[in-house]
């Protein structure tokens, strides 16, 4: 990368170097790493609304997807597995092909106004139909496809992160610091739809489409 200053930048490339600068891992943060649920996880996922799916496909390019339902969008299987619901979206599924070709799988889930967030990575597949589903109905709709994932570790994150953004407070808030969604996708994509029609698209019908 070439910029006026990239004489002053310093990359990382060596892990001593590395742990060098970050310090050394806090013995709590070395061991709270679990393989199976513990009931306050299954607590928490109980309660969260909204989570992130982090995935890669074989050549390491990757994804974040957020994925938000009513509360318990992460269904519980067993001790060891869980599912999160698909639903109707925009059928572009960028981290279910990844998960074809790479099944390993990050997930992050939120709880709102919680400064920690609950961790998980595992081994992903794909489902189209299992008797579980019937548990995921919402407003008369079952999900259609979900995401299994085998829980490799699982661990509470502590919530630093939410406490230096200031992001459950309220009075931090300003959306409308940026133009409309309808305004943004007008101006960075190749539409054919006026701003008004978009306008009218992300309104009240939009939400009437979620399910």
Not at 69 to 94: C, F, M, Q, W, Y
Not at 131 to 138: E, L, R, W
Not at 183 to 203: F, H, I, N, S
């Amino acid at each position: 990368m070439d910029t006026p200053d990239n004489h002053l930048w310093t990359e990382v490339t060596d892990p001593a170097r590395l742990r060098e600068i970050v310090g050394e891992v806090k013995q709590r943060a070395a061991t709270k790493e679990r393989s199976k649920l513990h009931e306050r996880d299954r607590e928490w996922l109980a309660v969260s609304p909204y989570c992130i799916v982090a995935t890669s496909d074989a050549d390491g390019n990757c994804d974040a997807s957020p994925k938000g339902d009513p509360a318990g969008i992460v269904h519980v299987l067993d001790d060891s597995t869980i599912a999160i619901p698909e639903r109707k979206g925009n059928h572009r599924v960028d981290g279910y092909h990844n998960v074809l070709e790479n099944p390993h799988v990050g997930l992050l889930s939120l709880v709102p106004g919680r400064r920690e967030t609950l961790r998980i990575n595992g081994r992903a597949r794909i489902e189209a139909a299992a008797p579980f589903f019937g548990g995921m109905i919402v407003k008369g709709h079952k999900p259609i496809l979900a995401l299994v994932v085998e829980i490799d570790t699982i661990f509470f994150h502590c919530g630093k992160a939410s406490m230096r953004s200031g992001i459950w407070k309220p009075e931090t808030w300003t959306p409308d610091a940026l133009p409309s969604h309808a305004q943004m996708v007008k101006e960075t994509q190749p539409v054919e739809e006026t701003l008004d029609q978009l306008v009218e698209y992300y309104g009240e019908q939009y939400e009437k489409q979620l399910y």
